[in-house]
């Protein structure tokens, strides 16, 4: 059996990244590792057994979701090598996510599964590591975006001031 396993702080509170991953069929926020999420099926993206398709290859389906522990767990059903079906089989993926007493989120993001090829071990931690890479960007996007649009509403504020 192989294994991985990531840890990462991102930026932001577990209520907000919760609201950031919690649906299955959402991955805009990786737009430089996911470029393309095809929901397959109609079941929503926070229903157990949502299926979806990522980057035209790989297969994957919701086995669990806990909106109390913040926690997603999911399979890995096909791919391209070295993670097509014939190289890997039952794999778990479990997305935990925990508050730290600092108000930030530490993300766990670990996978298991059984195969004949340790290729997909370097695979997998390289794919987990950007995806939670981008997941924290996203953020730090936003905090960014929002001071700015604050710094100019307080100078034009300023501004009104002086011309009144």
Request: glycine share 4%.
């Amino acid at each position: 059996m192989f294994s991985t396993n990531q840890v990462k702080i991102i930026h932001a509170s577990v209520d907000q990244v919760w609201n950031r991953i919690n649906d299955f069929h959402r991955l805009d926020w990786a737009p430089t590792v996911i470029e393309r999420v095809e929901k397959i099926g109609h079941l929503a993206g926070n229903a157990r057994g949502a299926r979806r398709r990522l980057n035209g290859y790989l297969y994957e389906n919701l086995l669990a979701i806990d909106e109390v522990k913040h926690q997603i767990k999911y399979s890995v059903d096909d791919g391209e090598f070295p993670i097509t079906k014939q190289d890997i089989f039952n794999y778990v993926g479990i997305i935990k996510l925990n508050e730290t007493k600092e108000g930030v989120t530490e993300m766990v993001w670990s996978s298991s599964w059984d195969s004949k090829n340790e290729n997909a071990v370097a695979y997998y931690q390289e794919i987990y590591v950007a995806l939670m890479e981008e997941l924290d960007k996203s953020f730090h996007f936003i905090a960014n975006k929002e001071f700015k649009i604050a710094s100019v509403i307080s100078m034009n504020s300023h501004v009104n001031l002086i011309n009144n």
